[in-house]
């Protein structure tokens, strides 16, 4: 008469327990790698345009209290520098970095660093040493890395600070709409806010991948982030009626309501 132990009947198990083929183990990892290479690049893309966004609303922020905080003791940057030269970036620096945490600071010049970057646009051309970061721009960084570049808006009888911002250094991508934005020290009613540049700046280009005559075509991207509080431009080409309609209020105060 034949007994089993316990033992017996636990070894006999193993014995008829199925196994994976070597072949259905390189079957299964292949599925899971095509898997991966579909879905992996829209997860990264989520991920740095999130991190965009958030570097984004810090750096509005706290340009935003620096610009009220300034505002109550000089009023607004339009009254701040009488010359309308070149020369007034430096004065707008004086008066705003007191209420920055500012890092490192290179005035109107331009280190080898900055050269050694390459900048696009928003349609991924490239922007030349002399497009971005210029010797007009009197330049600094803040102490998260933030670099920032500060120039007089002369040509429109304006007199106003106008603000180059990488959000996150040289780290890259280094491209216009998004780490890099304009800003623009203003007013609505005597009231200090960062809005856009220039009306004939962005009328043509506002914020598009799309070719056209104007000048940058991520140069009006940091209104629409302002007023929509997203960087939907990054996943379809906005109408200019759209980004006129969205950003209206942010732009510079001509006594205009339109960019007409």
Same mark, same amino acid.
């Given at each position: 008469?034949?007994?089993?132990?316990?033992?017996?009947?636990?070894?006999?198990?193993?014995?008829?327990?199925? +196994?994976?083929?070597?072949?259905?183990?390189?079957?299964?990892?292949?599925?899971?790698?095509?898997? !991966?290479?579909?879905?992996?690049?829209?997860?990264? &893309?989520?991920?740095?345009?999130?991190?965009?966004?958030?570097?984004?609303?810090?750096?509005?922020?706290?340009?935003?209290?620096?610009?009220?905080?300034?505002?109550?003791?000089?009023?607004? +940057?339009?009254?701040?520098?009488? #010359?309308?030269?070149? #020369?007034?970036?430096? @004065?707008?620096?004086?008066?705003?970095?007191?209420?920055?945490?500012? &890092? #490192?600071?290179?005035?109107? #010049?331009?280190?080898?660093?900055?050269?050694?970057?390459?900048?696009?646009?928003?349609?991924? &051309?490239?922007?030349?040493?002399?497009?971005?970061? @210029?010797?007009?721009?009197?330049?600094? !960084?803040?102490?998260?890395?933030?670099?920032?570049?500060? &120039?007089?808006?002369?040509?429109?009888?304006?007199?106003?600070?106008?603000?180059?911002?990488?959000?996150?250094?040289?780290?890259?991508?280094?491209?216009?709409?998004?780490?890099?934005?304009?800003?623009?020290?203003?007013?609505?009613?005597?009231?200090?806010?960062?809005?856009?540049?220039?009306?004939?700046?962005? !009328?043509?280009?506002?914020? @598009?991948?799309?070719?056209?005559?104007?000048?940058?075509?991520?140069?009006?991207?940091?209104?629409?982030?302002?007023? @929509?509080?997203?960087?939907?431009?990054?996943?379809?080409?906005?109408?200019?009626?759209?980004?006129?309609?969205?950003?209206?209020?942010?732009?510079?105060?001509?006594?205009?309501?339109?960019?007409?």
């Amino acid at each position: 008469k034949r007994t089993y132990s316990p033992i017996h009947l636990f070894t006999h198990s193993l014995k008829k327990r199925a +196994a994976f083929t070597l072949a259905e183990v390189l079957i299964t990892l292949g599925i899971i790698g095509i898997v !991966a290479a579909m879905t992996l690049p829209s997860v990264v &893309s989520k991920y740095q345009e999130k991190a965009w966004l958030t570097a984004f609303k810090k750096t509005y922020s706290v340009l935003t209290q620096a610009y009220l905080r300034a505002s109550e003791d000089y009023g607004t +940057a339009n009254t701040w520098c009488a #010359e309308k030269n070149r #020369e007034c970036a430096k @004065t707008y620096f004086n008066i705003l970095s007191p209420y920055l945490n500012i &890092s #490192e600071v290179w005035g109107y #010049e331009r280190p080898s660093i900055f050269n050694k970057t390459s900048y696009r646009d928003l349609d991924g &051309s490239g922007m030349g040493t002399n497009d971005i970061f @210029t010797k007009d721009y009197y330049k600094f !960084a803040l102490s998260d890395g933030t670099i920032i570049g500060i &120039s007089d808006i002369s040509s429109q009888d304006i007199n106003s600070a106008l603000l180059h911002v990488d959000i996150n250094g040289f780290r890259g991508p280094n491209q216009l709409g998004k780490d890099i934005f304009y800003f623009s020290l203003i007013r609505r009613d005597d009231t200090p806010v960062i809005g856009g540049y220039s009306l004939w700046w962005v !009328a043509d280009n506002p914020c @598009t991948t799309e070719k056209g005559s104007g000048w940058w075509r991520g140069g009006g991207c940091s209104l629409w982030i302002i007023a @929509t509080g997203n960087m939907d431009y990054l996943h379809r080409d906005l109408t200019t009626d759209e980004w006129r309609k969205a950003v209206q209020n942010l732009l510079l105060d001509l006594h205009k309501d339109s960019l007409d």
